[in-house]
């Protein structure tokens, strides 16, 4: 169990090269059917374009895919992810809308294009950090809260659910390498009489 990091949200910019417009828009796409509809609504936003060309690495890093769409072979799709994986992002997916302008580039200057503007759009997107983590569940009387929020403040921490009832039951999420010791800790300073437990590990972004 690896961390990944993607893109946050949606990015678009645009370029013209040799009279040619290249309009760029990446996404975050964390499977193939939210690639392909997120494919799709460029191709409708763009009815009359020359090429949409595009590709995405889905599933942190499962999937792979990729077309030219028109443009000669290996000129565009391969390209576009060569970048995408060469900035080390998963669960991401990249359209570059063409406008033919009447200057050809030839195989090159398509390479360089498709590659330049992927690497365009990339550098404007936010991104996000998914790390390996552990998720528990800490139940705590209100008297026992304000100590609580000091303790776990200490460590790196995303609190996923928070339940004010009877008891305070708080859902939050500890990266890996550090839940052995943020469980430790706490059991130690509340002499064993906090509830915690871990439910499971996954993803989390902090």
Do not use: W
């Amino acid at each position: 169990m690896n961390g990944y990091t993607c893109v946050k949200g949606e990015t678009r910019c645009e370029k013209v090269i040799e009279r040619s417009r290249f309009l760029s828009a990446c996404k975050k796409t964390e499977t193939e059917e939210e690639a392909r509809e997120f494919l799709e609504s460029v191709k409708k936003e763009h009815p009359f374009a020359t090429h949409n060309c595009y590709a995405f690495v889905a599933e942190q890093g499962k999937i792979a895919r990729y077309s030219d769409d028109g443009e000669p072979q290996g000129t565009a799709g391969l390209p576009i992810l060569e970048v995408i994986k060469a900035k080390g992002l998963c669960d991401t997916t990249v359209v570059v809308t063409r406008y033919f302008g009447g200057v050809k580039l030839g195989a090159g200057g398509l390479v360089r294009a498709y590659s330049g503007a992927t690497a365009d759009v990339l550098s404007l997107c936010e991104k996000e950090e998914h790390v390996p983590s552990v998720l528990f569940s800490v139940t705590l009387s209100y008297d026992k809260y304000s100590s609580f929020l000091k303790k776990k403040e200490q460590y790196k921490h995303a609190v996923l659910s928070s339940d004010f009832g009877e008891e305070i039951v708080l859902r939050l999420a500890v990266p890996r390498s550090e839940a052995d010791r943020f469980e430790a800790e706490l059991v130690d300073y509340f002499a064993g009489k906090l509830p915690i437990s871990r439910l499971k590990e996954d993803y989390a972004v902090y």
